[in-house]
């Protein structure tokens, strides 16, 4: 599973290559029905360059297609920063999204930390000509992490602790991590850490959890559903000021997405729990499945009716 991204200059770029397919095809998605960049009836589904979001997506473009629907997939366009101006535009339909993050995103000083709180914001902030669709039970919470080494050396368990680390510190994210208002900044302003910063473009994925294992970086930013934390015996430090906001599954939908086809997204969404966010990606990341198969075989075992 590659779970790379590139730094926001050529994601960029990559981007807008992705995303020029609406008009022309996209061969990294040839699964999709419909025509790419589809006739008025075809809803574009896209999707973070991230698994676990493409296996959300996935299971988004099934269902909607099991109920007649044309879907054209433009999946792995990058992160927020590249693929919300898209989808603001309206070259993208429907998207997987998390409430807390994309919240942050409209509104970066947001005082809502917990889940209704997050999601009312969020409804009352997204701009015109889009809607949240109904949160998800699911959850995939970004968290800083540290090896379980470095968190028993320092008496570590809430992010407030990394005061007592005398130390220098490095966090290692993403590259757009380090604007973002849970960076070094954040961390600094809240819990009066000082660290540095290391872009890892892997979304918190196998080089990052080896950049903290090296002892490359002390501090890493990864989803609280990766099967890394618990297979790398991995410690997610408690937040109790809330820097990372609640983060529930959450569909973004266009005006496109009529009431009948929010509704089979919705109903999707009300069977996403916590624990299969969890399994579905530890199927993408042991068994090295493809997002459609996983997606398949999850919507197989729901009663959406």
Known sequence: MNRRTIATGA???ASALALSACTGGDP?????????????????????????????AEIYAQALESEGYDVDRQFRIGQREVYLPEIE????????EYTGPLL???VPDTGARLSDDVYDELAANTPDGLRPLEQAPATDQDSYVVTREFADEWGLETVADLEKVTDPLTLGANSEAESR??????????????????????????????????GDIQLAIIYTADPSIAENDLVSLE??????LASHLVPLA???????????????????EPQDLIELNA???????????????????????
């Open 28 to 56: 990294l998605n040839e699964g999709g029905s419909g025509d790419a960049g589809g006739s008025s009836d075809t809803i574009v589904v896209g999707s973070q360059d991230y698994y676990s979001n493409e296996i959300v």
């Open 104 to 106: 942050q995103y409209w």
């Open 254 to 272: 266009s005006d496109k997405v009529d009431d009948e086809a929010a509704a089979v997204i919705d109903a999707v969404s009300a069977a996403l």
């Open 239 to 244: 937040d109790p000021e809330g820097l990372f």
């Open 181 to 214: 208002p849970n960076g070094p900044e954040g961390l600094r302003e809240t819990y009066g850490v000082e660290v540095g910063f290391t872009p890892i473009e892997d979304g918190g994925g196998p080089l990052t959890v080896k950049a903290l294992q090296d």
């Open 11 to 13: 994601l960029l770029a």
């Open 283 to 305: 199927r993408s990341v042991s068994e090295e499945l493809p997002a459609d198969t996983i997606a398949s075989d999850w919507l197989a075992e729901q009663d959406l009716g």
């Open 89 to 96: 535009s309206g070259s993208i339909d429907l998207f997987p």
